[in-house]
């Protein structure tokens, strides 16, 4: 009889576990782990807020006149695409009256090149947005008396592969001058600065 409780000693421990170790300890709390209780809260919303100030109608029509300068002294490079394909200059067409006047007058081009230089580009008065698209466009004129320069020393000739250079090289600058005018124009109509390769790095260095 005294082998029975020495049997019962040697039973392994976990066949002697309560009923009560199942159930959840009385002093651990229930509560999920503070990493799952972050997950459930709601995470914090942003707003952003923008403000956006239309430009002034007095600002557009001073931008989208000066871009009317480099158009109408970049016109005389489509006398070639205008002599091989005379329908290309039906669009121009109801511009060839103030295009002739503007021309008949004496210094015209050089006068209106001061003027907006003068009275809009150094004029702390405007506006930058109207200072900027009057800068951009006398830069671009600028830009487009240098051909005429070097067809002046150069002297390509009359006929051979010097004038069909010259053609080529009249075509592409008219089509140049003809996208910056389209581009310039309208998006000063919108109240949009418009940005021309090359020629708005200049002008933004010379305004700042």
């Known amino acids: 009889m005294a082998s029975i409780p020495l049997l019962r000693l040697s039973l392994p421990l976990h066949h002697q576990k309560p009923a009560s170790f199942l159930l959840p300890h009385p002093l651990k709390p229930t509560l999920p782990s503070p990493a799952r209780f972050r997950r459930a809260l709601p995470r914090p919303t942003t707003t952003t807020r923008c403000s956006y100030t239309p430009i002034p109608a007095t600002d557009r029509l001073i931008s989208a006149a000066s871009y009317f300068l480099p158009f109408f002294n970049g016109l005389q490079y489509g006398r070639f695409l205008f002599a091989k394909y005379p329908i290309l200059a039906t669009p ?75 053609a080529w090289a009249h075509t592409g600058l008219f089509t140049i001058v003809v996208a910056s005018f389209v581009y310039g124009l309208v998006f000063s109509i919108l109240g949009k600065t418009p940005y021309l390769p090359f020629v708005a790095e200049a002008a933004g260095r010379q305004l700042d």
Do not use: M, W
């Not at 067809?151 to 390509?156: D, E, T």
């Open 92 to 166: 121009f067409e109801p511009l060839l009256p103030l295009v002739s006047l503007y021309h008949s007058l004496p210094y015209a081009s050089f006068i209106t090149f001061f003027g907006f230089y003068i009275g809009v580009v150094r004029n702390p008065k405007l506006s930058h947005y109207a200072r900027f698209n009057a800068l951009q466009a006398l830069v671009l004129d600028v830009l487009l008396v240098v051909p005429v320069l070097l067809q002046r020393i150069i002297s390509p000739g009359q006929s051979g592969i010097g004038l069909k250079l010259t």
